[in-house]
């Protein structure tokens, strides 16, 4: 057989011919790998059940509003006459505890504070800021006088406060570095720091500023 014969043969026989060249081969299956990823994907995201999601959401919820509570706004239940006719038993307040965080106290700011003596049943006071640091409060015959000056106060009722319903008087008195001289708007009717069981406030001892009441709703308004 006649050398180019049997090389005939084995192609007729065997489809020689038909082998793809040595790179043809890589690139098909390249190609289709690329394909076969574009159109199904080796990985797939596992979708989530709603109730994890569910339980996340709410587990995010809750630390918000436990970090809200704890260092931004906090609600207050007003319970007693100290601060009538501004605010009423049952009346509820939010303090923004931030604001002494941002700058000092100021004239009017109605203030929760802690009992910083500890000398009463309850924890946290409700009262008007009336003097601040390095001021002189007198108070006498239901007049506010801050460093010898007559003081207004706009917001006392004068069926409350008048002659004879005045509380304890106040010897002109200095108030203290970071302290403040805090007053009820129920003068007769108001432990503050006219008595020594309360005395001057100290910065770190008041919890945040009153600004809004928020119930009952009929009663709603800004401080």
């Known amino acids: 057989m006649a050398d180019d014969d049997w090389w005939t043969e084995a192609v007729d026989r065997f489809g020689l011919d038909t082998l793809p060249e040595p790179n043809s081969t890589l690139t098909s299956a390249s190609t289709s790998s690329v394909a076969g990823e574009a159109t199904h994907p080796a990985r797939r995201m596992r979708k989530r059940h709603p109730a994890v999601e569910w339980i996340v959401i709410a ?3 809750l630390t918000a509003a436990y970090l809200l509570r704890t ?11 100290s601060m009538l006719t501004t605010l009423h038993t049952g009346d ?3 303090v923004n505890k931030l604001s002494y965080d941002l700058h000092d106290p100021r004239h009017g700011d109605i203030v929760v504070l802690e009992d910083s003596k500890q000398s009463l049943e309850v924890r946290d006071l409700i009262k008007r800021v009336i003097g601040l640091p390095g001021e002189t409060v007198e108070y006498r015959n239901c007049q506010l006088f801050v460093d010898g000056e007559e003081i207004a106060e706009p917001y006392l009722d004068p069926v409350l406060v008048s002659p004879g319903r005045c509380g304890e008087s106040q010897d002109p008195v200095e108030v203290a570095p970071r302290h ?12 503050d720091s006219r008595t020594a069981s309360i005395g001057q406030i100290p910065y770190d001892h008041l919890i945040g500023r009153a600004f809004v009441v928020v119930w009952p709703s009929s009663d709603w308004r800004w401080l």
């Open 71 to 81: 260092y931004v706004v906090q609600q207050f239940a007003v319970d007693g006459q």
């Open 59 to 61: 587990v995010l919820a």
């Open 180 to 191: 403040v001289f805090v007053m009820g708007d129920n003068r007769s009717a108001s432990l």
């Open 92 to 94: 509820r307040v939010l």
